[in-house]
């Protein structure tokens, strides 16, 4: 079965936050990264406090990003981390929780592998609004990472239920998904259908 990582952009949403992420989490995505950039950190752990609660509801596993400080409030393990962030954090911070490592070439997934990096998340592979105007790097830089790692690969950036297949063809575990998911009326389609592959 190929994964389904549902990366948060509320910029994306036309209604609730909350109450999409709720659909996404009932709809058996098999994980959600509460991305969030925006926000500062208090903004952040807020925001982080009632995405735990809908995650544990459906038993969805949620992924902090950056802020450590909310994944001890939450009292989460998971963390998705931009790659130059991994690379600072203290050796026992990284051996402390599970981590996940955004990357944008092969040496840098090598590098996150040997650091202790439980996951790498490559991008982007395809066409995406949140990337206009930058070429995507397409499935021949996602094959080229996922052959030099041991620790499964997500692709991220424009990934469609259409285009899934090329992605797990290219050694891929799962995808990644921000817009698609945060507007689709109905998330439980697109997840079911990336599931079945």
Do not use: W
């Amino acid at each position: 079965m190929c994964e389904v990582i549902c990366v948060t952009q509320s910029s994306a949403v036309s209604g609730d936050f909350l109450t999409q992420l709720e659909k996404i989490a009932a709809a058996g995505a098999d994980k959600i990264i509460l991305r969030e950039k925006q926000l500062s950190e208090e903004e952040y752990i807020s925001l982080a406090e009632k995405a735990a609660c809908i995650c544990g509801s459906y038993g969805v596993p949620l992924s902090v990003h950056t802020y450590i400080s909310a994944a001890r409030a939450v009292g989460t393990k998971d963390l998705h981390l931009s790659f130059k962030a991994f690379t600072e954090l203290q050796k026992d911070i990284r051996s402390a929780y599970n981590i996940g490592v955004s990357v944008h070439s092969a040496e840098e997934a090598v590098i996150a592998e040997k650091l202790g990096a439980a996951f790498i998340t490559a991008g982007h592979i395809f066409p995406t609004d949140c990337k206009k105007g930058l070429p995507p790097r397409g499935t021949a830089f996602l094959s080229g990472v996922c052959s030099s790692v041991d620790i499964p690969v997500y692709a991220i950036g424009g990934v469609t239920p259409e285009n899934a297949p090329q992605v797990i063809a290219a050694g891929a575990s799962g995808v990644c998904i921000m817009s698609g998911l945060m507007r689709a009326s109905k998330p439980k389609s697109i997840i079911d259908k990336i599931h079945a592959l």
